[in-house]
């Protein structure tokens, strides 16, 4: 299954398209926080109905915790919405469809991105 990201939701939301696939709790969290309150329910209702939601579960923790220790190693730093969308896919071994180019880095630490 595919894990879309943030970019890719609003994405489709402008163009009013959709796709199949499932979202991470923190992409939820990021759509709906742009959103005027009286629009946020509905949203949150819509978006709930058209993707799997993907919950920050133990393996994600540990595989996000994993994640972050390696790339601080490394002296690598991403932001931690995105580090825990990433360990979302890994854990559960999605393929993350993504414009973000600063996905890539993390390739190496399992991470399948597509376009």
């Not at 009013?16 to 979202?23: F, L, M, S, W």
């Amino acid at each position: 299954m595919i894990l879309l990201d943030t970019d890719v939701v609003i994405e489709l939301l402008r163009e009013k398209r959709h796709e199949v696939g499932a979202i991470s709790i923190i992409t939820l969290i990021e759509v709906l926080r742009g959103l005027d309150a009286e629009k946020r329910a509905r949203a949150k209702e819509l978006l709930e109905e058209s993707f799997s939601i993907q919950a920050i579960d133990n393996k994600v923790i540990e595989t996000y915790c994993s994640l972050y220790r390696k790339l601080r190693s490394e002296g690598v730093q991403l932001p931690d919405a995105d580090l825990l969308i990433a360990a979302t896919a890994i854990s559960n071994n999605m393929t993350l469809k993504t414009r973000d180019e600063h996905f890539e880095r993390l390739k190496g630490h399992g991470l399948k991105i597509t376009i």
